[in-house]
């Protein structure tokens, strides 16, 4: 039952665990979320700021006798930088933050292991238990595997640029964590492809989310998921019930400012009796489904592209400051 007089951020908060798609520390503080998720986008963003240069600095001072290879050093500082921001933001949140690894990684297990498992020692060595950490993990075969022996391991994962049930799918059988499938993106592809404009109901993208819900809830899956990349409000309130949001600082102003009256739209007890075909997968399976889904294919191509190349902005910003 929703409270009366809440505002609509309120309201969503009593159906769906909200989180703050964000690095700027003010704007958490601001919004109160349950988690925070930050990606390379996100850090490079913030360290235009000037009040986010100190951690900039503080990372390159501690490398800064470091002997290895310049390349090596370079590496070992930006993992500090995502660490920085990655303590500060738990300092403000109740729950989890995501940390991801480099997208340059996404189509390599055992790298993709390797850096999760640095990222998790660096952080228990500031005192943080795995528990509060997710890390995140671009959707592809690769990085499912990688999830999968992670997850054996305690350590857990947010499986990231998901387009399509075939990714959510295998990241269930791997049994990761968590799941960020990408609502505003798909409608992005949608709407180039077809010039229509579309309301929250007939959105792709939350039709996609609500497929991968009731597919969870109907076999089972402990996986959570977690809907991404918004791009208006009517997209978040048409998810409402969803395991958890990831919402941007704007949406969560207007959510703030709206009073608009939010329903439950998932359901896991109406899932439970969908009438649903399991899906069988293993590799080869996999990535034909993913083959034939054109927007799902273009979509996690480009948004690793999108990832790797903020690594490289990032690593600019450094190499340009030692």
């Not at 590496?75 to 933001?89: A, Q």
């Not at 990684?105 to 660096?122: G, H, M, V, W």
């Not at 979509?299 to 690793?304: D, T």
Request: net charge negative; proline share 2%; glycine share 6%.
């Amino acid at each position: 039952m929703i409270t009366v007089g809440l505002n609509s951020l309120e309201q969503l908060k009593q159906l769906t665990k909200v989180v703050a798609d964000t690095g700027d520390f003010g704007l958490i503080k601001q919004y109160e979320p349950l988690d925070a998720t930050t990606n390379p986008s996100l850090i490079f963003k913030a360290l235009q700021k000037e009040e986010y240069a100190a951690l900039l600095d503080q990372a390159i001072q501690e490398f800064q006798d470091h002997s290895g290879a310049s390349s090596e050093r370079l590496g070992l500082i930006i993992d500090r930088v995502l660490i920085l921001f990655g303590l500060e933001i738990l300092k403000l949140i109740p729950g989890r933050v995501s940390t991801e690894v480099d997208a340059r990684l996404s189509f390599n297990t055992q790298p993709t292991i390797e850096r999760a498992r640095k990222l998790i020692s660096d952080y228990a060595a500031e005192g943080i238990d795995k528990k509060r950490i997710l890390i995140k993990i671009a959707s592809t075969w690769e990085g499912i595997k990688a999830a999968e022996i992670l997850q054996k391991e305690g350590i857990n994962c947010n499986m990231t640029l998901l387009f399509s049930l075939p990714q959510a799918v295998g990241c269930a059988e791997a049994g990761a964590k968590l799941v960020s499938p990408f609502v505003g993106r798909i409608m992005d592809w949608y709407k180039a492809k077809t010039g229509e404009n579309y309301t929250g109901e007939n959105d792709p993208g939350v039709l996609s989310v609500k497929e991968i819900f009731n597919y969870y809830k109907k076999f089972g899956y402990q996986t959570e998921i977690m809907g991404a990349s918004f791009r208006n409000i009517d997209q978040i309130l048409e998810l409402a019930g969803c395991d958890l949001l990831t919402i941007s600082p704007d949406l969560l102003g207007e959510l703030q400012e709206s009073q608009t009256t939010v329903t439950r739209k998932l359901d896991a007890d109406i899932a439970g009796d969908a009438a649903i075909e399991k899906l069988e997968l293993n590799e080869s399976t996999f990535r034909f489904l993913l083959n034939e889904n054109a927007m799902a294919t273009e979509k996690l191509a480009e948004g690793i592209r999108l990832f790797a190349a903020d690594i490289v902005k990032l690593e600019s910003v450094i190499a340009s400051k030692l």
